[in-house]
């Protein structure tokens, strides 16, 4: 189906009204759950407040002047979700896709160059021939290497198709929390424990003063604390 109940809308969703028209778009098919992101109709609709109705997304998004992870985007179901950037050239204005503190999607704004860098963690790795490894991103890119220095949980700092920083999965790294109770919350990265067969593996974050124990799955290596 294309669309959902508005009603049913993932409460991730910062919707302005839960109640009004019946049904709301879906996302396009891609490498996020439902859950896990939002449109760019939302985005102008409800967020920014740039259109009163998805025939004025449709007609801004038309123009080409939105730009996500710094690729121009003209569908208004396109999915888009946290740390991915947000640039609108025409507007001067650029935001950065985060989670709030209480789960909700919220736009950061962010300074132009911070746009032309984006971050993606490395989800699994193929073997390739001629020893050639394939690194695929959690947003359902991917990138062939030819030395494999990274691991599963790394993130890397990408300009275009070229690694400008490796951020290790290690202790010690600041990690962004993109679900569980605590999403969207940072912290320092002090403890890893490994999967067995029956238990998922976990993380012990410090956050302040306070330490916190989550699915490992949930962490994302970012290089620097967001300001909110």
């Known amino acids: 189906m294309s669309h959902l109940k508005r009603l049913r809308a993932p409460k991730s969703w910062p919707l ?12 396009l098919p891609g490498p996020y759950g439902i859950n896990k992101c939002i449109t760019l109709n939302i985005i102008l ?12 997304s449709r007609r801004i998004l038309n123009e080409g002047k939105i730009l996500v992870n710094n690729m121009v985007r003209k569908s208004y179901k396109f999915p888009v ?21 209480h789960g909700k999607f919220y736009l950061e704004k962010i300074k132009k160059d911070e746009t032309e860098t984006r971050l993606v963690k490395i989800k699994n790795k193929t073997l390739l021939k001629k020893n050639k490894t ?6 359902g890119t991917n990138l062939i290497v030819e030395k494999d ?25 600041v990690v ?10 940072a912290g320092i990265l002090e403890n890893i424990e490994p999967s067995s067969a029956l238990v998922p593996g976990t993380i012990t974050i410090k956050m302040q003063n306070e330490h916190i124990t989550t699915k490992k799955e949930f962490a994302f290596i970012i290089d620097k604390p967001f300001t909110k």
């Open 16 to 27: 302005l009204k839960r109640k009004g028209t019946k049904f709301i778009a879906r996302p």
């Open 45 to 56: 609709k409800d967020m920014l407040n740039y259109a009163r109705t998805t025939r004025d």
């Open 81 to 101: 979700s946290a740390l991915d950037t947000l640039a609108m050239e025409s507007l001067n204005e650029y935001y950065r896709v985060l989670y709030d503190n």
């Open 134 to 139: 394939q690194l695929n991103f959690h947003n």
């Open 149 to 173: 220095h990274y691991k599963c949980g790394d993130s890397l700092l990408m300009v275009d198709k070229d690694i400008k920083k490796h951020l290790k999965f290690e202790k010690g790294a």
């Open 176 to 185: 962004y929390l993109i679900g569980g109770k605590h999403k969207g919350r």
